[in-house]
């Protein structure tokens, strides 16, 4: 210590420099999410082809509202999944899990729908499977444990 009570610190002060530029998205994580998004506008069309079954005094807002719902969310799931989120991730693995009993307690309903409603309906289903499969495991895991989505962290 210097005899002067008024001089500053000696010690160094600085801001310690971390890596902002987030890690590259693996290549495993971009095709589940192009396939969730190829989810989306498949489960769009089929919408609009359940809709179309309808006649227009007949449609009950259910019909509407709920599939509107369930497209929105899963967009904004994927968007999220696509921009590093673990939360997203998790959501996906509740849905694809919570989807399956839904989805095997309406087969019969289904069955009574054209043939291509059940198709697409089918591909979706698989499509979201391998998605997850794709953000859960090997280097789709990897990315997500770092916590590096677009923005540095994972929120």
Request: glycine share 8%; with cysteine.
């Amino acid at each position: 210590m210097s005899g002067n009570p008024y001089a500053p610190p000696k010690a160094v002060v600085a801001d310690s420099v971390m890596d902002s530029s987030p890690a590259a998205r693996p290549r495993a994580v971009s095709f589940a999410v192009g396939s969730l998004y190829l989810g989306v506008a498949l489960s769009g069309l089929n919408t609009i082809i359940r809709l179309l079954e309808f006649s227009v005094g007949a449609l009950p807002i259910t019909v509407v509202a709920v599939p509107l719902v369930v497209l929105c969310v899963v967009a904004l799931v994927t968007h999220n999944i696509s921009r590093g989120r673990n939360w997203a991730r998790i959501t996906l693995l509740v849905v694809v899990v919570l989807g399956l009993p839904v989805f095997l307690l309406n087969l019969r309903a289904i069955l009574d729908v054209a043939v291509f409603t059940i198709a697409v309906s089918d591909f979706i289903y698989a499509l979201q499977i391998v998605a997850l499969y794709l953000v859960s495991t090997g280097v789709g895991a990897q990315w997500f444990r770092q916590g590096k989505g677009s923005s540095g962290y994972v929120a």
